[in-house]
């Protein structure tokens, strides 16, 4: 891949995600790579695109660094930044965003962990300066 990431990673970037559009800001992409049992996604973010802060309930969720350069941050903590080979582990019931950095492509495997009457709750957008501000 001559050292750029470009989107295509070891799994298909898949579709554009419009089934969850309304919850990013920019242009992702969905493959989902499982659905039986648990649920496992191959997210792809365009640059600067990123998800609306949102909150798994009960199981929480697994993101498996595969490519580019992103951002994953808790509500009231400091973004911490990913690349490829970085895992971030999700409580159940926290409140954070991931996504690309400005210049740059991003990818994830999102694992969602398996839990009775587990559920999503997107939230509101990332704010545009605090956003800007991550270097």
Not at 14 to 39: C, D, H, I, R, W
Request: negative net charge.
């Amino acid at each position: 891949m001559n050292g750029k990431f470009d989107g295509n990673g070891i799994f298909p970037k898949g579709p554009k995600n419009e089934a969850y559009a309304q919850y990013f800001q920019g242009t992702s992409y969905l493959n989902m790579l499982s659905t039986t049992g648990v649920a496992i996604g191959n997210v792809v973010f365009e640059p600067g695109c990123r998800n609306n802060w949102h909150i798994h309930h009960k199981g929480g969720q697994i993101l498996l660094v595969t490519g580019g350069y992103g951002w994953y941050q808790e509500w009231g903590q400091p973004a911490r930044q990913l690349v490829a080979g970085d895992v971030v582990n999700i409580p159940p019931d926290t409140k954070h965003w991931h996504g690309a950095a400005k210049d740059s492509w991003f990818a994830h495997i999102a694992v969602e962990v398996p839990a009775e009457g587990a559920s999503n709750e997107w939230l509101e957008p990332v704010d545009e300066e605090q956003y800007n501000l991550l270097k």
